[in-house]
């Protein structure tokens, strides 16, 4: 493989990742602002770009994406060089607020997350004071956003079929993100609990 070597950026590519890196805020799906503590430099995301825009890749895939500042990097780097597709996955991914989730699914990228199902095992809570209903680590997302696997071995097996399915490109999470959470059909929904609600009290 040939691999041109570029300068790195000046400047971080991408409005969202400036605008993170500037306020340190990112937004969640309701819009709430979430305070940012980013251990990737805006330094190390042109470096990163920078290789983007050197290798070209057809293909890529992050393992472990946090908040999304990576993987925002490295699809606006791609945006930029009009080329590739990546993948993310996060075996370990807990709590973000969905934001990742929610980013990487508009930007089109199939996700294969971990989802242990069963009880929040909140240990604040859990067991001795409150045991939640059953969970999902994965709330907004159906078989054309990706796959999910519960632990080692489902990971192993399944991992084969999601990367075919993704290299196939029968991943449509973007679709469903349109369908399903943009502002327009959250304000809907809101609407029609708070309706609900009224109407039964």
Not at 116 to 130: A, E, F, L, M, T
Not at 135 to 160: K, N
Not at 171 to 183: A, G, K, M
Request: with cysteine.
């Amino acid at each position: 493989m040939k691999i041109e070597i570029k300068p790195v950026p000046a400047s971080v590519c991408g409005p969202v990742l400036q605008e993170i890196f500037r306020s340190q805020v990112a937004h969640d799906r309701d819009d709430k602002s979430v305070t940012i503590h980013v251990a990737i430099l805006p330094q190390s995301c042109c470096r990163i770009q920078g290789l983007v825009s050197g290798f070209r890749p057809r293909h890529s895939l992050e393992i472990g994406y946090a908040i999304g500042v990576s993987t925002l990097a490295i699809l606006y780097g791609l945006e930029k060089q009009n080329c590739g597709h990546h993948t993310a996955i996060d075996p370990n991914q807990k709590v973000t607020h969905g934001i990742a989730y929610q980013q990487a699914l508009s930007c089109g990228v199939p996700i294969f997350a971990r989802d242990r199902g069963g009880h929040s095992q909140d240990p604040s809570y859990y067991p001795h004071k409150v045991i939640f209903s059953l969970v999902t680590t994965v709330p907004y997302s159906e078989g054309r956003c990706g796959r999910r696997f519960s632990g080692l071995a489902e990971f192993e097996a399944r991992w084969p079929l999601f990367w075919d399915d993704a290299q196939r490109r029968r991943f449509v999470s973007r679709e469903y993100v349109l369908e399903n959470l943009t502002l327009e059909k959250c304000a809907r929904d809101y609407v029609q609990i708070a309706g609900t609600v009224k109407g039964a009290s």
